[in-house]
């Protein structure tokens, strides 16, 4: 074999390797299987309707109320739906409970959903390592998010969220505002037997 015929080779399988490590890495996108999506939309789906009706059942009693209920309830849903292969949770650039922290994988998305109009990608799938499935969809302010994370928050409440907040970043947004993320965690060895709905429905949109 030729010297030139060996450098050749050479640097086709460097190349190889370098563009398979950067698909492969981390963090990036992955092929949008429809069983990594189905299975985290149906554990999404009851995480935003249990987190709505506790949140509906807080301001039922006043803003305050919720936010002893968000603050109480959310980790609680999430706990109950997660399992060894499965962890779900919220998150958003705009912190208001610093337990809900981004992860290194959601950061990228939060700065893109940031600049994307409503609607554009309803959901994300990243790849983290060689066994885990990241998916995150994004949360927009609706009406009823406004009572706690609007402009024109009440004395009370205000010192509610100070007492129970004090580095509080989430107040000043208005309807349609991009809020944050749902996000699952799937291990790919187990998680496809987790149980998948086949197209999850439109359910209201919970705040952080």
Wanted: proline share 9%; glycine share 6%; with cysteine.
């Amino acid at each position: 074999m030729s010297t030139r015929l060996k450098r050749t080779i050479g640097v086709s399988t460097f190349l190889v390797v370098v563009v398979a490590g950067f698909l492969l890495r981390p963090g990036t996108e992955a092929d949008e299987d429809p069983v990594w999506v189905e299975t985290a939309q149906a554990v999404v789906l009851p995480f935003k309707q249990r987190l709505m009706a506790a949140l509906k059942e807080g301001l039922a009693q006043g803003p305050e109320a919720a936010i002893d209920a968000c603050r109480i309830e959310a980790p609680r849903i999430a706990d109950a739906l997660a399992s060894p292969t499965v962890r779900v949770g919220r998150t958003s650039h705009r912190l208001r409970n610093p337990a809900n922290a981004p992860k290194p994988w959601m950061l990228p998305i939060l700065q893109e959903l940031r600049d994307t109009a409503p609607g554009e990608r309803p959901y994300r799938i990243v790849r983290m390592g060689d066994d885990w499935i990241g998916y995150a969809e994004p949360i927009y302010m609706q009406p009823l998010c406004l009572t706690c994370h609007g402009s024109d928050l009440s004395a009370s409440l205000r010192d509610r969220l100070d007492a129970a907040y004090p580095q509080d970043q989430a107040t000043g947004f208005a309807v349609g505002d991009f809020r944050g993320i749902f996000w699952v965690e799937l291990e790919t060895r187990g998680a496809a037997s987790h149980a998948a709905a086949p197209t999850a429905p439109k359910v209201p949109k919970a705040p952080l």
